[in-house]
């Protein structure tokens, strides 16, 4: 069974950083789109940051332009998303997804995996 397995969350104060992993089970990932979400509570889930696995094209949501990075190890199958001057509003569980093709990737309805979630807090 595919999976995408998080890690990298905690808590960090305003101004910190942060780095989240996402492994990807098999190396098929390496031709999919990536995309990192995240949900506060009482709060829909929105696109933090997307990436075509094969080509590298990364797209960002407007709130975290500038601030968070997202990559991609082929070697590893693990795509990451560097977090940094993190604020109080980033806090949220965030989840890795992917998708084959990078059409909707802002929408999370698009994505057929998902991660477990990972919970990020950041204090102010």
């Known amino acids: 069974q595919v999976q995408l397995i998080e890690s990298g969350g905690g808590l960090v104060q305003a101004g910190g950083s942060l780095r989240l992993s996402c492994a990807a089970s098999?190396?098929?990932?390496?031709?999919?789109?990536m995309g990192w979400f995240r949900q506060a509570p009482g709060k829909e889930r929105e696109f933090v940051a997307g990436i075509r696995w094969s080509v590298g094209s990364r797209y960002y949501a407007d709130s975290v332009k500038g601030r968070f990075t997202i990559s991609i190890d082929n070697a590893k199958s693990t795509a990451y998303l560097q977090m940094n001057s993190l604020k109080p509003e980033d806090t949220a569980v965030y989840y890795c997804a992917a998708k084959k093709y990078s059409i909707d990737y802002a929408r999370s309805e698009a994505y057929e995996f998902w991660g477990q979630g990972t919970q990020v807090t950041v204090s102010s």
């Open positions: 098999e190396r098929s990932f390496n031709s999919y789109f």
